[in-house]
């Protein structure tokens, strides 16, 4: 497996840079959203000018480096009837998905860490203040907050065996991500109910949760039950898939994809 996937990391690796244009447009575009939001809040009170700069960069960096596309490729395949190529594959298609992330979110890594330590030494207020131990928990749940939005895109993309235009669910689930994730706000800004339905949704996890840990907003007891509620979602976001899975493959067979 190690083998296969070093081979499928590499041809990822050259189609990204056939792609490089389209690759530097994408990730460019992705950060405008989360520095227009930043600018507002700035305005709205300018007293924690440095807490949202800090805030919004983080999810700049998270949210990149937590970010999935495959149900667009997975719409568009299964509906075009290339994704038949990949089922007569021996190995699994989320193997190939798996390695263009791997390959995209180390790109991501590459440019967004030395940009943060220049951007640093002449910001002040973008300057870490952590320990050890909390560096490797955010970490953690930014390694945690991937997989899940991995998983929910995948099995979003899966749904095409079922429904034309998948992407309009999953845009769906987008926009509630957008306020339950943190990316338009810090959570602890939004209203009580909103806050308490966060908790136990999967998209807090997917960015919020790392933030928090980052900029000490939560504390022993909150990382212990984020951790716990986010590893729940992992395990239900893979029984999920795998059903979904075998059920499109029935639903492909029986209409002689």
Request: net charge positive; proline share 4%.
């Amino acid at each position: 497996m190690i083998r296969k996937y070093i081979a499928l990391l590499r041809m990822k690796y050259i189609e990204m840079l056939a792609y490089r244009l389209a690759t530097l447009v994408w990730m460019t575009g992705a950060v405008t959203q989360p520095l227009i939001t930043m600018v507002v809040w700035m305005n709205i009170d300018p007293s924690q000018s440095d807490a949202f700069l800090f805030y919004f960069m983080a999810v700049i960096f998270v949210e990149r480096m937590t970010s999935a596309w495959d149900v667009w490729e997975l719409d568009h395949e299964i509906r075009e009837g290339t994704f038949s190529n990949y089922i007569i594959r021996p190995l699994h298609p989320i193997h190939w998905a798996i390695a263009e992330n791997i390959v995209y979110k180390v790109l991501f890594l590459v440019i967004l860490v030395p940009i943060w330590a220049i951007a640093a030494l002449f910001v002040p207020a973008l300057r870490f203040d952590v320990t050890g131990g909390q560096a490797l928990l955010f970490l953690a749940a930014v390694l945690l907050g991937a997989a899940l939005r991995f998983l929910l895109s995948y099995i979003c993309g899966l749904l095409g065996f079922w429904i034309t235009k998948v992407t309009a669910v999953y845009s769906l689930l987008e926009v509630i991500s957008l306020f339950l994730s943190g990316r338009i706000a810090p959570l602890s800004m939004l209203p009580p109910l909103l806050q308490q339905w966060s908790v136990f949704l999967p998209f807090r996890y997917m960015i919020g949760f790392p933030i928090d840990i980052i900029t000490k907003a939560a504390n022993g007891h909150d990382m212990l039950q984020g951790f716990a509620i986010a590893s729940i979602w992992m395990v239900v976001f893979i029984i999920a898939l795998r059903w979904i899975w075998e059920a499109g493959l029935k639903k492909n067979q029986a209409v002689g994809g």
